[in-house]
Antibody
Framework: QLQLQESGSGLLKPSQTLSLTCAVS??????????WSWIRQPPGKGLEWIGY???????YYNPSLKSRVTISVDRSKNQFSLRLSSVTAADTAVYYC?????????????WGQGTLVTVSS | QSVLTQPPSVSGAPGQRVTISCSGS?????????VHWYQQFPGTAPKVLIA???KRPSGVPDRFSGSKSGTSASLVITGLRPGDEADYYC???????????FGGGTKLTVL
């Protein structure tokens, strides 16, 4: 059974760079047909798609975050990562790594447990 | 404010039926893009409830059903149970935004 586990910095100061990693077990990131994704959820609020990467290396980002987001993959470690630069308090959220289908409307069928990232001075 | 509009809350008594709407526009649901629904309990990650407008993944009770018409989609829950209390989100794609989008979420309370 596929499992995803987020790890990374939980407390940041404004203007710093958020860096998270998602370790994938029970399946290979390179198996194809999937969009390895990041989705976030501010406390008490709804879900926001951040972006995803295909095994080919192609990336797609939410235009509202595109200038600050980088998603990358480490095939040797079977993990993928998120970097979000110049964070502000508005970036405080639970960040989920998620496997999505390769459809135009990807079905996000496997989720990590989520990790809370707090941005505070 | 979300591009997909959901009621912030709905409620119903055990055994009753409730409908959660997801209202979009011609650049998302109305353009024919699929709608997925997720269920989220407090402190946990969302789980797929309905895929591709109306398909229930294995293990999802048939008390849950989805439909789509025009620029809107709906999630119907029949035979309400206390364990159905959760937040529900719709998801689709918006061609103007070029982004996967979620509704703002609906909190279901079973009275």
């Amino acid at each position: 059974q596929l499992q995803l586990q987020e790890s990374g910095s939980g407390l940041l100061k404004p203007s710093q760079t958020l860096s998270l990693t998602c370790a994938v077990s029970g399946g290979s990131i390179m198996s194809g047909s999937y969009a390895w994704s990041w989705i976030r959820q501010p406390p008490g609020k709804g879900l926001e798609w951040i972006g995803y990467m295909f095994d080919s290396g192609s990336t797609y980002y939410n235009p509202s975050l595109k200038s600050r987001v980088t998603i990358s993959v480490d095939r040797s470690k079977n993990q993928f990562s998120l970097r979000l630069s110049s964070v502000t308090a508005a970036d405080t959220a639970v960040y989920y790594c998620v496997r999505g289908g390769r459809q135009l409307v990807p079905l996000f069928d496997s989720w990590g447990q989520g990790t809370l990232v707090t941005v505070s001075s | 404010q979300s591009v997909l509009t959901q009621p912030p809350s709905v409620s119903g008594a055990p055994g009753q039926r409730v409908t959660i709407s997801c209202s979009g526009s011609s650049s998302n649901i109305g353009a024919g893009y699929a709608v997925h629904w997720y269920q989220q309990f407090p402190g946990t990650a969302p789980k797929v409830l309905i895929a591709g407008n109306d398909k229930r993944p294995s293990g999802v009770p048939d008390r849950f059903s989805g439909s789509k018409s025009g620029t809107s989609a709906s999630l119907v829950i029949t035979g309400l149970r206390p364990g159905d209390e959760a937040d529900y989100y719709c998801q689709s794609y918006d061609s103007s935004l070029r982004a996967s989008i979620f509704g703002g979420g609906t909190k279901l309370t079973v009275l």
